[in-house]
């Protein structure tokens, strides 16, 4: 074999004779030792480099004849003689500059491949070692032809060698080694082979984690906080260089690494349980270039959809693990890419709920979801947060009508609950940057939903935006005791106060509106004192102060007249009222107000326990309406006085209440003509007195004036010869037209279809003020005979 | 044992336990190892073989069977010449599976890659599928057929052998001068244009 060898040669005619030899030959034979376990000869591999360094045109030939010798010394089996010529490569390598030395490489890794192919472990161990030196120096002419896809092909086998523990560990590290070489050998330079072609990442991808999940990831690192760098312990050099290949890729690459990590952990099932899977990512977040890390979020997010048939414990552990790592990418997250990964979110949250299935796991993976979307707006900047809460908002599906879906109702409670989510992590300083209109309005909207579940989902969203100073937690319950919890109470600004005037009569209506549902649990009237406390707190001031209070009036009102509301509901709504004058007039600190609802509460102690908190959905049967005993109700007047001594100026107090019962006289002697203008107290007037006519409907022997029901003959008769289930049941049906018409229309819609009437009804008066002869208008005495006549005019504008 | 003139690449796939790796052991190292264990994600091999006078290099790759390693060992079909698909004839599942594999192939492999079924374990005596049904189903998916036993050396050397000729002729007739990345066909080293192309 060896005399056959020699034939091929290029100048070797005669192998035996050293003497004819050319120079190079002889001086690469010198290096060899007699015994190979003396090692290399070390003066005559000085010769033999300063020989390559003075005439570098032989480095090639050197090189070659370096090869074929090792590779006959492989043949051989002596393994000794291999070594030594591999180290003999590696210090000429190392010796050598450019330019010749493109031409030696060519032997080198021929040289290196060769050991590779052995099955020795100790030549593949060397082989490695030699690769790493080449691929750590620098080449200043790029070799275009060479390629490197044995190495990548066999140092990824390397990396799941099965061998003795022992060996096997070695080998692993040795692969490891050598794909990290690789990278680093091929991801500078554009024109070398191109690493982050899917036939390469595909195995180096799955070669690193492969080792990485064979760790003990979860422990801590064995000695101290650094790493060495020749650690031999194969998962923590795959973490390393995991690292540096997910650092070092740019944008167009990175779907080129993330999509083999994702296919390894779905073909190893590392999905359920996910340490791993969040370990791994953990890994790739931080090692990624911050300007891309959205678009590991991106890919994660395609994948859930890719797994959208799997089942719900995987998808619920794939959004686990994008919980965990979207705060890392939160903070690099800017413009469209935010909406974008919280759009997506909100989309797989759509397609859960639309699945149908109400399983435990589906609503994990809700969960998950929903705690996902929370972690990325936790890291976002507030500003952000508002934006994101009308996107969520937007996404809420509107009209909320009764015969929704219960998959649309499911929906809306979810995005509610993301939207909760989002709101607990912001941090309220200006209400009227939080509360935009067009996030205000529908909010308040939803406020009215017709499930109690998500009302009461409404409000805590209110509460966790409206509370700024902590106390949302002593106003989680109604008390009477308010004094004892020390509220955080500091002196509203400015702008808060502007925001309060502009917007609390919408905000008070609807939070009145809400409190006429007959589904309301004391959860919600509950949420509804919260709510309002918060708004007492935040915003306390003397125009608060009435408009509560003058709330507070029409709340007991309600509670007193209603025929809706059940008599628990009512209690409640006492309960409501007296607690929340206790804390009106302990935050205002008005002493002779807080004294007037502590003898209230005296004396309702006494008779009417049932009016005070604690709020039950049932009481005992005894209890009865306490509209019989005046004396345990607040009392407008009483409140006035007290307002008035304690230097707040009662007057709008004093007038009609906006809510229930009063009338648009109420208006026409406000201060506040601003109302009227921004037609906000349109909606106000509207709703309430929607609702009574729907009590009034309900209760015998008061006259209806339905606006369908002319007085001709023929509806009398028809009146007389139906049944009354169908005139119930068509009057029930123009009830729930006009509550669905104030919930779903939009806020502009109710202004526009308020607003005619009123001018109408502005018209109106003015003639009257004109034609009456008594020139000096009291808009008290003057409210009948007003009404009278418009009733004549526009008989369905006026009810009663 | 350097002068080869040409390189192939051959990659053997099927079922975990159908005796891949024995096969490779037996044709490259002459054994059988009993107790052999699962092979874990890629195990590679390397044999020189003589065909008229010309030597042959082939680069073995043996890939896990194990569903959880599918990720790595598809990335080594795509530069394949010759893909061995292995199937043990006393294990009717490890047959029913074949149209799977198939299926991979066409999806990750080149389309002129030589491709060859192999019944296994011939000399086991619980044979589920007959020689025939073996042959009908290479026959219909156009594959050469050929069945095996590692431990009695059975007909192994000749699936390689068989291999390598086959894939010198298709290299000859199509006569590649230089080897291209695009096109994963065959492969021969030239001599006088450097040394890179086998590094390949």
Same mark, same amino acid.
């Given at each position: 074999?060896?005399?056959?060898?020699?034939?091929?040669?290029?100048l070797?005619?005669?192998?035996?004779?050293?003497?004819f030899?050319?120079?190079?030959?002889?001086l690469?034979?010198?290096?060899?030792?007699v015994y190979?376990?003396?090692?290399?000869?070390?003066?005559?591999?000085?010769?033999?480099?300063?020989?390559?360094l003075?005439?570098?045109?032989?480095?090639?030939r050197?090189?070659e004849?370096l090869?074929?010798?090792?590779?006959?010394?492989?043949?051989r089996?002596k393994?000794g003689?291999?070594?030594i010529a591999m180290?003999?490569?590696?210090?000429?390598?190392?010796?050598?500059?450019?330019?010749?030395?493109?031409?030696?490489?060519?032997?080198?890794l021929?040289?290196?491949?060769?050991?590779?192919e052995s099955?020795?472990?100790?030549?593949?161990?060397?082989?490695?070692?030699?690769?790493?030196k080449f691929?750590?120096?620098?080449?200043d002419t790029?070799?275009?032809?060479?390629?490197?896809?044995?190495f990548?092909?066999?140092?990824?086998?390397?990396?799941?060698?099965?061998?003795?523990?022992?060996?096997?560990?070695?080998?692993?590290?040795?692969g490891?080694?050598?794909?990290?070489?690789?990278?680093?050998?091929?991801?500078?330079?554009?024109?070398?082979?191109?690493?982050?072609e899917?036939?390469?990442?595909?195995?180096?991808?799955?070669?690193?984690?492969?080792?990485?999940?064979?760790?003990?990831?979860?422990?801590?690192?064995?000695?101290?906080?650094?790493?060495?760098?020749?650690?031999?312990?194969?998962?923590?050099?795959?973490?390393?260089?995991?690292?540096?290949?997910?650092?070092?890729?740019?944008f167009?690459?990175?779907?080129?690494?993330?999509?083999?990590?994702?296919?390894?952990?779905?073909?190893h099932k590392?999905?359920?349980?996910?340490?791993f899977?969040?370990?791994t990512?953990?890994?790739?977040?931080f090692?990624?270039?911050?300007?891309?890390?959205?678009?590991v979020?991106e890919?994660?997010?395609?994948?859930?959809?890719?797994?959208?048939?799997s089942?719900?414990?995987?998808?619920?552990?794939i959004?686990e693990?994008l919980?965990?790592?979207i705060?890392?990418?939160a903070?690099e997250?800017?413009?469209?890419?935010?909406?974008?990964?919280?759009?997506?979110?909100?989309n797989?949250?759509?397609?859960?709920?639309?699945?149908?299935t109400?399983?435990?796991?589906?609503?994990?993976?809700?969960?998950?979801?929903?705690?996902?979307?929370?972690?990325f707006?936790?890291?976002?900047?507030?500003?952000?947060?508002?934006?994101?809460?009308?996107?969520?908002?937007?996404?809420?599906?509107f009209?909320?009508?009764?015969?929704?879906?219960?998959?649309?109702?499911?929906?809306?409670s979810?995005?509610?609950?993301?939207?909760?989510?989002?709101?607990?992590?912001?941090?309220?300083?200006?209400?009227?940057?939080?509360?935009?209109?067009?996030?205000?309005?529908?909010?308040?909207?939803?406020?009215?939903?017709?499930?109690?579940?998500?009302?009461?989902?409404?409000?805590?969203?209110?509460?966790?935006?409206?509370?700024r100073?902590?106390?949302?937690?002593?106003?989680?319950?109604?008390?009477?005791?308010?004094?004892?919890?020390?509220?955080?109470v500091?002196?509203?600004?400015?702008?808060?106060?502007?925001?309060?005037?502009?917007?609390?009569?919408?905000?008070?209506?609807?939070?009145?509106?809400?409190?006429?549902?007959?589904?309301?649990?004391?959860?919600n009237?509950?949420?509804?004192y919260?709510?309002?406390?918060?708004?007492?707190?935040?915003?306390?001031?003397?125009?608060?102060?009435?408009?509560l209070?003058?709330?507070?009036?029409?709340?007991?009102?309600l509670?007193?007249?209603?025929?809706t509301?059940s008599?628990?509901?009512?209690f409640?709504?006492?309960?409501l009222?007296?607690?929340?004058?206790?804390?009106?007039?302990?935050?205002?600190?008005?002493q002779?107000?807080?004294?007037y609802?502590?003898?209230?509460?005296e004396a309702?102690?006494?008779?009417?326990?049932y009016?005070?908190?604690e709020?039950?959905?049932?009481?005992?049967?005894?209890c009865e309406?306490?509209?019989?005993?005046p004396?345990?109700?607040?009392?407008?007047m009483?409140?006035?006085?007290?307002?008035?001594?304690s230097?707040?100026?009662?007057?709008?107090?004093?007038?009609?209440?906006p809510?229930?019962?009063g009338?648009?006289?109420?208006?026409?002697?406000?201060?506040?003509?601003?109302?009227?203008?921004?037609?906000?107290?349109?909606?106000?007037?509207?709703?309430?007195?929607?609702?009574?006519?729907?009590?009034?409907?309900?209760?015998?022997?008061?006259?209806?004036k339905?606006?369908?029901?002319?007085?001709?003959?023929?509806?009398?008769?028809?009146?007389l010869?139906?049944?009354?289930e169908?005139?119930k049941?068509?009057?029930?049906?123009?009830?729930?037209?006009?509550?669905?018409?104030?919930?779903?229309?939009?806020?502009?819609?109710?202004?526009?279809?308020?607003q005619?009437?009123?001018?109408?009804?502005?018209?109106?008066?003015?003639?009257?003020?004109?034609?009456?002869?008594?020139?000096?208008?009291?808009?008290?005495?003057?409210?009948?005979k007003k009404?009278?006549?418009?009733?004549?005019?526009?008989?369905?504008?006026?009810y009663y | 044992?350097?002068?080869?003139?040409f390189?192939?690449?051959?990659v053997?796939?099927?079922?975990?336990?159908?005796?891949?790796?024995?096969?490779?052991?037996?044709?490259t190292?002459?054994?059988?190892?009993?107790?052999? &264990?699962?092979? *874990?994600?890629?195990d590679?091999?390397?044999k020189?073989?003589? $065909? #008229?006078? !010309?030597k042959?290099?082939?680069?073995?790759?043996?890939?896990a069977g194990?569903?959880?390693f599918?990720?790595i060992t598809?990335?080594?079909?795509?530069s394949?010449?010759?893909?061995?698909?292995?199937?043990?004839?006393s294990?009717?599942?490890?047959?029913?599976?074949?149209?799977?594999w198939?299926?991979?192939?066409?999806e990750?492999?080149s389309?002129?890659?030589?491709?060859v079924?192999? &019944?296994?374990? *011939?000399?086991?005596?619980?044979?589920?599928?007959?020689t025939? $049904? #073996?042959? !009908?189903?290479?026959?219909?998916?156009?594959?050469y057929?050929?069945?095996?036993?590692?431990?009695?050396?059975?007909?192994?050397?000749?699936?390689?052998m068989?291999i390598?000729e086959?894939?010198?002729?298709?290299?000859?007739?199509?006569?590649?001068?230089?080897?291209?990345?695009?096109?994963?066909?065959v492969?021969?080293?030239?001599?006088d244009?450097g040394?890179?192309s086998?590094?390949?």
């Amino acid at each position: 074999m060896a005399l056959n060898y020699g034939m091929n040669l290029i100048l070797g005619c005669c192998g035996c004779c050293s003497a004819f030899r050319p120079r190079y030959k002889r001086l690469v034979d010198s290096i060899f030792p007699v015994y190979p376990q003396d090692g290399l000869v070390k003066s005559n591999m000085e010769k033999l480099t300063f020989y390559s360094l003075s005439s570098p045109e032989k480095l090639d030939r050197i090189g070659e004849y370096l090869y074929q010798r090792a590779a006959r010394e492989i043949y051989r089996k002596k393994y000794g003689f291999v070594i030594i010529a591999m180290e003999a490569m590696d210090q000429l390598l190392l010796a050598c500059h450019a330019p010749t030395l493109n031409l030696f490489v060519e032997s080198f890794l021929k040289m290196v491949q060769k050991l590779l192919e052995s099955t020795e472990p100790d030549l593949q161990i060397l082989a490695t070692q030699s690769f790493v030196k080449f691929a750590n120096i620098e080449e200043d002419t790029p070799s275009y032809h060479r390629r490197y896809d044995f190495f990548v092909s066999k140092f990824s086998a390397m990396c799941h060698s099965g061998d003795t523990k022992d060996v096997r560990d070695k080998i692993r590290t040795a692969g490891i080694k050598g794909l990290q070489a690789v990278v680093r050998k091929t991801v500078s330079d554009d024109l070398v082979e191109n690493i982050w072609e899917p036939v390469h990442m595909d195995k180096i991808v799955p070669s690193l984690l492969f080792n990485m999940q064979d760790s003990s990831f979860h422990k801590e690192p064995p000695h101290g906080d650094t790493i060495p760098e020749d650690s031999v312990d194969p998962p923590m050099l795959a973490e390393t260089c995991m690292r540096e290949l997910v650092g070092r890729a740019s944008f167009g690459h990175i779907r080129a690494v993330l999509k083999p990590v994702l296919r390894h952990f779905d073909l190893h099932k590392s999905w359920v349980p996910n340490e791993f899977a969040i370990h791994t990512f953990r890994i790739i977040m931080f090692s990624i270039q911050a300007q891309y890390s959205y678009t590991v979020v991106e890919t994660l997010m395609d994948h859930l959809d890719e797994n959208a048939k799997s089942s719900p414990t995987i998808r619920t552990s794939i959004a686990e693990v994008l919980s965990k790592i979207i705060a890392i990418a939160a903070g690099e997250s800017v413009g469209p890419s935010v909406l974008e990964i919280i759009n997506s979110l909100l989309n797989h949250l759509r397609d859960s709920v639309k699945n149908g299935t109400i399983q435990a796991e589906e609503r994990q993976y809700q969960e998950a979801l929903i705690n996902a979307l929370g972690e990325f707006a936790n890291h976002l900047p507030d500003y952000q947060k508002i934006e994101i809460m009308m996107f969520i908002m937007s996404k809420i599906p509107f009209p909320l009508v009764d015969n929704q879906t219960p998959a649309d109702n499911m929906l809306q409670s979810i995005l509610l609950k993301s939207l909760l989510k989002v709101g607990t992590k912001y941090q309220t300083i200006h209400f009227n940057t939080t509360f935009p209109v067009s996030f205000l309005e529908p909010l308040l909207r939803m406020s009215l939903a017709p499930d109690p579940e998500m009302r009461l989902l409404v409000q805590k969203i209110f509460h966790t935006l409206l509370d700024r100073h902590g106390n949302l937690e002593k106003l989680h319950k109604p008390t009477l005791n308010i004094v004892d919890s020390d509220l955080n109470v500091e002196k509203s600004s400015r702008p808060d106060l502007i925001f309060i005037n502009k917007h609390g009569p919408t905000i008070y209506d609807a939070l009145y509106t809400s409190l006429q549902m007959d589904s309301n649990t004391p959860d919600n009237i509950e949420a509804i004192y919260t709510t309002l406390g918060l708004l007492c707190v935040e915003l306390a001031s003397t125009e608060t102060v009435i408009d509560l209070l003058q709330l507070l009036l029409g709340i007991q009102n309600l509670a007193l007249n209603s025929t809706t509301l059940s008599y628990a509901q009512k209690f409640n709504l006492h309960a409501l009222v007296i607690s929340l004058l206790v804390l009106i007039s302990d935050v205002m600190n008005i002493q002779s107000l807080s004294d007037y609802s502590s003898r209230l509460i005296e004396a309702r102690r006494e008779e009417a326990s049932y009016c005070l908190p604690e709020m039950l959905t049932q009481y005992p049967a005894h209890c009865e309406s306490i509209s019989k005993m005046p004396h345990l109700l607040v009392d407008q007047m009483a409140v006035c006085e007290y307002l008035k001594a304690s230097g707040i100026d009662p007057s709008r107090l004093a007038q009609t209440s906006p809510y229930g019962a009063g009338g648009p006289g109420a208006i026409a002697g406000s201060q506040r003509h601003s109302w009227m203008e921004a037609g906000a107290r349109g909606s106000i007037m509207e709703i309430p007195s929607v609702h009574e006519v729907d009590s009034a409907a309900s209760s015998p022997g008061v006259t209806r004036k339905l606006p369908e029901e002319g007085l001709s003959f023929e509806s009398m008769k028809k009146v007389l010869s139906e049944p009354p289930e169908i005139r119930k049941e068509s009057e029930a049906e123009k009830r729930k037209q006009i509550s669905h018409t104030f919930r779903t229309a939009t806020f502009s819609e109710l202004v526009r279809l308020t607003q005619p009437k009123h001018d109408l009804l502005q018209n109106k008066l003015n003639e009257i003020f004109k034609s009456l002869t008594t020139a000096e208008s009291s808009s008290t005495t003057d409210d009948p005979k007003k009404l009278s006549k418009c009733e004549e005019s526009f008989p369905e504008l006026f009810y009663y | 044992m350097d002068d080869y003139k040409f390189l192939f690449k051959v990659v053997l796939v099927g079922n975990a336990g159908v005796g891949k790796t024995c096969l490779v052991r037996r044709f490259t190292q002459g054994l059988f190892p009993p107790g052999q &264990g699962a092979t *874990i994600g890629v195990d590679f091999m390397i044999k020189t073989v003589e $065909v #008229g006078n !010309e030597k042959v290099k082939l680069q073995i790759w043996d890939t896990a069977g194990q569903e959880r390693f599918r990720s790595i060992t598809q990335s080594y079909y795509r530069s394949a010449h010759a893909l061995i698909l292995v199937y043990d004839i006393s294990c009717q599942p490890t047959f029913d599976c074949l149209p799977d594999w198939l299926r991979e192939i066409e999806e990750y492999a080149s389309s002129k890659v030589l491709r060859v079924l192999v &019944g296994n374990k *011939i000399d086991r005596d619980d044979r589920e599928i007959p020689t025939q $049904v #073996g042959e !009908e189903f290479a026959e219909r998916h156009n594959m050469y057929f050929l069945e095996t036993s590692a431990k009695e050396s059975d007909n192994v050397e000749r699936l390689f052998m068989q291999i390598a000729e086959d894939l010198m002729k298709q290299a000859r007739m199509t006569n590649v001068p230089r080897y291209d990345p695009n096109n994963y066909n065959v492969d021969p080293a030239s001599q006088d244009s450097g040394c890179c192309s086998r590094l390949n």
